[in-house]
């Protein structure tokens, strides 16, 4: 990965500050998902993610985290609660500029090459094709794709195919990079030039939203933390903060201690767990 700066820069394509400046990257509340089928994946979720903060979100499998970011992207349509991006309503023009988002799956067209998946993204923003051109340029120097640039995904390797989902991401210059389960089944090496990619992002001024189910690297990279379970947040505060609350050493230790509470307190893991007990009978219950 080049060295060079990414340039996060949006004045090729100003959008308003106000009443964006001020307000936080993320502002959440209210959020409630009940997905078609009648399970409630998220209850009354509230959350503020700071500008300009290294955000991380952590919590078990099947936690909500997903739901949450495809809400905030509008791929998830929320049955209720309010979503703002930098103080703009999430279903706005606007708002959708503000973010971008590296998704858990590989999702890439086969039938484009690296370019064109880049070009074609930017085309959802209303950037030419002259600027996406050279936007794409940049993007495959930085992540090391410009010999692949008439490659279609199938024929790279995995690794490249996370750095195409990286640059993808970042075509239209977001503020408010939600980046979930980035290195997920990624190799050592290309781990640590993405997290080193992503802190220059950050020192750049871009607001990191992250979810990993690796603990000593959320623990490295992030300044604030919010922890999920059953669909709801149960600790959140910054990493200092969550430490000298649990008296923990390090988040992994917080994590285990803030998940136990939830458990004591009687917070499923999932929401799936949560609606199982609720229709379980007492003697059921007993039972168990
Ligand atoms: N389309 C859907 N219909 C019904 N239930 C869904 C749907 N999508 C997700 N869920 C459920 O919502 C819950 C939360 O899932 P979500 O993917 O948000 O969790 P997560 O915290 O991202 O988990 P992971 O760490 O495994 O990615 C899970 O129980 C999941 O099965």
Known sequence: M??????????????????????????????????????????????????????????????????LIGAITNLVRPTAGRIEVFGHEHETRHARRLVGLAEQEINLDRFLDVEEVLVYHAGYFGISRRNAKARAKELMDVFDLSAKAHVRPPALSGGMRRRLLFARALMHRPRLLILDEPTAGVDVELR??????????????????????????????????????????VARDSAAGLRA????????????????????????????????????????EVAR
């Open 2 to 67: 080049r060295r060079s700066s990414i340039d996060q820069r949006t004045d090729h394509h100003p959008l308003p500050e106000s009443p964006a400046t001020l307000a936080p990257a993320l502002r959440v509340s209210g959020f409630t998902k009940t997905y078609a089928d009648g399970f409630t994946a998220v209850r009354d979720l509230a959350l503020e993610v700071p500008a300009g903060s290294f955000f991380g979100l952590l919590g078990p499998n099947g936690a909500g985290k997903t739901t």
């Open 245 to 284: 609350r649990y008296g923990a050493r390090d988040i992994a230790e917080v994590y285990a201690k803030a998940m136990s509470a939830a458990a004591a307190d009687g917070i499923a893991a999932t929401g799936a767990d949560a609606q199982a007990a609720a229709a379980m009978t007492p003697a059921e």
């Open 192 to 233: 640590s030039e993405l997290w080193e990619y992503t802190r220059r992002l950050h020192r750049e001024g871009t607001t990191i939203l992250l979810t990993t189910h690796y603990l000593e690297e959320a623990e490295a990279l992030c300044e604030d933390l919010a922890l999920i379970r059953g669909g709801r947040i």
